[in-house]
């Protein structure tokens, strides 16, 4: 499935730059090291979407969330700190050599991966503090 591979290549890059927190794709197996609650960032790309208008070029949304409690996080500094390491990474691919480098594997290739909105703010239901963003990634098989 070519999003969970763009997704794999996406935590696998995060977990590279951003080393003490847990960084998790919403298509890899669950393990016994996995946890799902926060610290944590999680990274989800959407399946695939497809408009005749595009064709042959596919997209997928992937979907990344930097959370941090706020009893583990009260000078908000380890969330500033993975948002701006999290949003340095999209920026770079925001070229389409890079992305097609970074995302690209056999079956496919990437045109480019281009930002989209995000937010920030605190989740009263997680007690957490939240950065979110979008990145559109279009490709061809």
């Not at 998790?24 to 999680?42: A, F």
């Not at 909105?117 to 989740?123: R, Y």
């Given at each position: 499935?070519?999003?969970?591979q763009?997704e794999?290549?996406?935590?696998?890059a995060?977990?590279?730059?951003?080393?003490?927190?847990?960084v998790?794709g919403y298509?890899q197996?669950?393990?016994?090291?996995?946890?799902?609650?926060p610290?944590?960032?999680?990274?989800?790309?959407?399946?695939?979407?497809v408009?005749?208008?595009?064709?042959?070029?596919?997209?997928?949304?992937?979907e990344i969330?930097?959370?941090t409690?706020s009893?583990?996080?009260?000078?908000?500094?380890?969330?500033?700190?993975w948002?701006e390491?999290?949003?340095s990474?999209?920026?770079?691919l925001?070229?389409?050599?890079t992305?097609?480098?970074?995302l690209?594997?056999?079956?496919?290739r990437?045109?480019g991966?281009?930002?989209?909105a995000?937010d920030?703010?605190f989740?009263?239901?997680?007690k957490?503090?939240?950065?979110t963003?979008?990145?559109?990634?279009?490709?061809i098989?």
């Amino acid at each position: 499935m070519i999003e969970a591979q763009i997704e794999a290549k996406m935590v696998a890059a995060l977990s590279l730059l951003i080393t003490d927190v847990q960084v998790i794709g919403y298509w890899q197996e669950e393990t016994t090291s996995t946890r799902k609650e926060p610290p944590l960032i999680n990274v989800k790309c959407n399946p695939r979407s497809v408009e005749e208008d595009t064709l042959p070029v596919l997209s997928c949304s992937v979907e990344i969330e930097v959370l941090t409690p706020s009893e583990y996080d009260q000078k908000k500094l380890k969330i500033a700190d993975w948002s701006e390491k999290v949003l340095s990474y999209l920026y770079t691919l925001n070229t389409t050599a890079t992305a097609g480098t970074a995302l690209s594997d056999t079956g496919y290739r990437v045109q480019g991966a281009f930002m989209q909105a995000g937010d920030t703010g605190f989740d009263t239901d997680q007690k957490a503090n939240y950065m979110t963003t979008n990145l559109m990634v279009h490709f061809i098989i």
